[in-house]
């Protein structure tokens, strides 16, 4: 141990490390200090093969693209529609009951959510005249009159969901319950 940090030692380490090459260009500067970028022997670059492996097929039938060939969320994302966003709100819902209220059994707190509630504002419009599309990650409500795409703050199980329409008030309610990671837990 006691030879291990002497100079012929640090030369021998430095001679593997950075062997001498009668023809490279010394990347050093005039000092002969070295960078972490010039350890070990210097190595060609390869460009590596871009070719495609594989090659896709064009759409089918009467289409003139296939959903693979863009990118999930594309189409409701680069649509121009002039027509007004209507008010919206959402919110997060907590199922409990007097267990959890009184004496917190369950184990629910303050962050544990089972279900997200939009409710959307539609003024001058009846039930019929409502578009609406729900998947997991955003919820898009199409009128004649208004236009409402919506990413949600969490993702939801957009099967399981349920739509209340309010006529006096002129809302939409969703109710769409949260998608649990850890549903198996009890």
Not at 19 to 37: C, I, L, M, Q
Not at 56 to 83: C, M, V, Y
Request: charged letters at 30%; glycine letters at 8%; proline letters at 8%.
């Amino acid at each position: 141990m006691a030879g291990m940090f002497d100079v012929a030692a640090l030369s021998k380490l430095e001679e593997m490390l950075n062997p001498k090459e009668e023809d490279s260009d010394s990347d050093t500067g005039g000092d002969g200090f070295y960078n972490p970028g010039q350890i070990g022997t210097k190595k060609p670059h390869k460009i590596p093969d871009v070719t495609p492996t594989t090659v896709k097929k064009g759409p089918t039938g009467k289409d003139i693209w296939d959903t693979e060939f863009l990118p999930e969320g594309a189409p409701a994302e680069n649509i121009e529609d002039h027509r007004q966003q209507p008010e919206y709100e959402v919110m997060f819902k907590q199922n409990v009951g007097t267990e959890d209220v009184f004496l917190g059994m369950s184990g629910k707190t303050e962050a544990s959510n089972d279900e997200i509630v939009v409710t959307i504002n539609l003024p001058d419009t009846k039930s019929s005249d409502i578009d609406l599309n729900v998947t997991d990650e955003k919820v898009e409500c199409m009128t004649p009159v208004y236009a409402l795409r919506l990413h949600l703050p969490k993702p939801v199980v957009s099967a399981q969901g349920g739509a209340q329409w309010v006529t006096d008030k002129h809302q939409l309610r969703l109710t769409l319950p949260l998608k649990k990671e850890f549903d198996f837990l009890p």
